[in-house]
């Protein structure tokens, strides 16, 4: 599984520009799907289809990007013209399948901004460097955090990033690090794609490489499932690795600062 990548500065400013002119934001997605346009497991394509099939442009980066059901070139052409499919081709958000155009992750817009993350229907055992998407845990965290203006934010775990797009909104520097560098370079897209430069996307473990050294805020959603499994870098972490955040974080914070953490905990 590849990771899309601005091949030149003036692409995500161009990608940006072409979901503008198409009305892919968020407000348009809940009003035409509700819940569903957003949710972690998305109705399937036929559903979508109908959904926004009054929608030419954003309908149909919705049944594409969003769903993540093939479109025909011809209906992109109809929707987007041959500079919205040159972007989308240049950025490696499309590819060639079987006599129609398919995306290669899954792209929504949601109140932080556009996020890509891995299409759902690549989540199987061999992949075990999967980047999920923005989940109902994650949500939680973004609207439990403090929105306090801070010099410094840490992202731990960032995943797609989500969590730190939030952050930017009120932090004048983000680090935002994985173990998982897909995760890493997911989230360098996303922060791209967004228009966003305060993001410092780090991989690796924990607080070792996290630059900066002391956060005015930390916020993590570790991979806390407690389970014998340990299939994917950002589910099946259990408790040794909330803990050892736990124990870890104060020593990474400045004298105010903040840190907030969602997870599971074993209680006997």
Do not use: K
């Not at 949710?39 to 559903?47: E, F, G, L, R």
């Not at 780090?202 to 299939?231: Q, R």
């Amino acid at each position: 599984m590849r990771v899309p990548v601005f091949s030149t500065p003036a692409d995500d400013e161009a990608l940006r520009t072409l979901f503008d002119a198409a009305g892919y934001h968020d407000r348009r997605l809940r009003d035409l799907l509700g819940q569903d346009g957003t949710a972690a497991c998305p109705p399937d394509a036929a559903v979508w289809r109908r959904r926004v099939a009054t929608e030419q442009a954003a309908g149909t980066l919705f049944t594409l990007l969003a769903a993540g059901a093939d479109v025909t070139r011809a209906e992109l052409f109809a929707a987007l013209g041959d500079g919205g499919i040159a972007v989308l081709e240049r950025t490696g958000l499309v590819q060639r399948a079987a006599g129609a155009l398919r995306a290669t992750v899954r792209l929504v817009p949601t109140d932080v901004g556009w996020l890509a993350s891995d299409r759902r229907d690549s989540h199987h055992a061999d992949a075990p460097d999967f980047v999920v998407g923005v989940s109902p845990v994650s949500r939680r965290l973004m609207g439990l955090t403090v929105p306090r203006p801070v010099e410094s934010a840490l992202d731990l775990g960032c995943g797609c990033g989500v969590l730190a797009l939030g952050l930017a909104r009120h932090a004048a520097r983000v680090v935002a690090t994985d173990v998982n560098p897909r995760a890493v370079a997911m989230t360098r897209f996303n922060a791209a794609l967004n228009g966003v430069s305060r993001v410092q996307p780090v991989e690796g473990d924990l607080f070792s490489d996290a630059a900066g050294g002391s956060f005015d805020l930390i916020v993590s959603n570790p991979p806390f499932v407690l389970s014998p499994e340990a299939t994917f870098l950002y589910r099946d972490g259990g408790v040794n690795v909330s803990r050892r955040i736990l124990r870890e974080a104060p020593d990474h914070l400045t004298e105010n600062g903040w840190f907030q953490m969602l997870c599971n905990w074993p209680q006997r």
